[in-house]
């Protein structure tokens, strides 16, 4: 029962959140410099063209009324038309989401298994070089942002090494039988082994970029904590019953000392989507994050009011996941 009030507490908050998200990005963005009619038209259009698009568009109203309008079709499910693809916004939004997801989730799983192992093996070999090698490595991956790791790995392996692919989702030649955009998900199930394995080619450079700073913090967090565990009494315990020190720490200490990682990982998987943005542009990658990047250039004002509330709805739903998740795991939340 207190679950289910907190839960409905979370919900009604995300609404005020995405109502809020939309108002301010709404009128942010109509009062920056630049009018996407004009950008949209030839040099020669003349100053009846550029009103004739504006009423087309609603663009001649006050902004508190163009705001009633899109508001409505909002809560109807129309998100406008694109200005300059030309297109219903959430069709085209919706197209390119399952890419920038696939990418974030690879992400977080290679942070996982790259942050865990450090963390691991540094609680194991503890107070030894190996424990200060990673020190170092998690504080470098930690002071260098992501779009710089996918500067360097470009650099090595898809030019000096060229390894791994640098640019798009899959290979124009490959044969798409897929119905869903949720490429890799669907290749899996087909048993396509083939197009799944040119996904990740393309998919692995962009998120080991994103991956290695999330590694750092997953690393130093959990090290941390298991260092702390590993002074409590149930842990000396299984010690003295002659456990091995590897089954001691994965057995014993990790279940207690995981807690405040996952609710990290969940945290910063938020932020993982968004480091997208940049990310995919610099691999082409086709995802909804390149999306936003074009959007803005070309002032398409609904494609931008659309990504950036799916980006809003992600960060919401992610976050609550995350506290519903960690207050099921820890037992003195559960029966607070």
């Known amino acids: 029962m207190i679950l289910l009030r907190a839960l409905l507490t979370r919900l009604a908050t995300t609404v005020v959140t995405l109502f809020g998200a939309a108002v301010i990005v709404f009128f942010v963005i109509r009062v920056v410099p630049g009018n996407p009619i004009a950008m949209m038209l030839p040099p020669g259009a003349t100053d009846e063209d550029i009103a004739r698009l504006s009423a087309h568009y609603g663009l001649d109203r006050s902004i508190p009324e163009q705001f009633a309008i899109w508001f409505a079709g909002v809560l109807h499910g129309d998100f406008g038309a694109?200005?300059?693809l030309r297109q219903p916004v959430m069709?085209?939004?919706l197209g390119r989401?399952?890419?920038t997801l696939e990418l974030a989730i690879f992400a977080l799983v290679l942070a996982v298994m790259i942050g865990g192992a450090a963390a691991l093996t540094g609680t194991r070999l503890r107070n030894t070089r190996t424990e200060a090698a990673i020190d170092i490595a998690n504080g470098v991956g930690?002071?260098?942002?992501?779009?710089?790791?996918a500067l360097v790995l470009i650099l090595l392996f898809g030019i000096l090494v060229p390894v791994f692919h640098i640019s798009g989702r899959i290979s124009p030649s490959a044969d798409l039988p897929f119905v869903t955009q949720f490429y890799v998900f669907e290749s899996i199930l087909r048993l396509r082994f083939d197009l799944w394995w040119d996904l990740l080619q393309h998919m692995f450079m962009p998120a080991l970029a994103l991956a290695i700073p999330l590694a750092a913090i997953i690393g130093q967090l959990l090290k941390q904590s298991l260092k702390e565990t590993m002074h409590l009494d149930y842990v000396v315990l299984a010690r003295t019953k002659g456990y091995a020190e590897n089954k001691v720490i994965v057995?014993?200490?990790?279940p207690n000392a995981v807690l405040p990682t996952l609710t990290l990982i969940g945290v910063q998987f938020t932020?993982?989507?968004?480091?997208?943005?940049?990310?995919?542009?610099?691999?082409?990658?086709e995802g909804l994050g390149n999306m936003a990047i074009d959007a803005v250039i070309n002032r398409d004002l609904p494609l931008i009011q659309g990504i950036v509330l799916v980006f809003a709805l992600l960060f919401t739903v992610v976050n609550l996941v995350v506290d519903m998740t960690y207050a099921l795991l820890n037992p003195r939340l559960r029966h607070a």
């Open 271 to 285: 932020f993982l989507i968004g480091g997208t943005v940049i990310i995919e542009r610099l691999f082409s990658y």
């Open 82 to 84: 694109s200005i300059s």
């Open 142 to 149: 930690l002071s260098v942002p992501d779009f710089l790791w």
């Open 97 to 99: 989401l399952p890419a």
């Open 251 to 254: 057995s014993e200490a990790l």
């Open 91 to 93: 069709p085209l939004v």
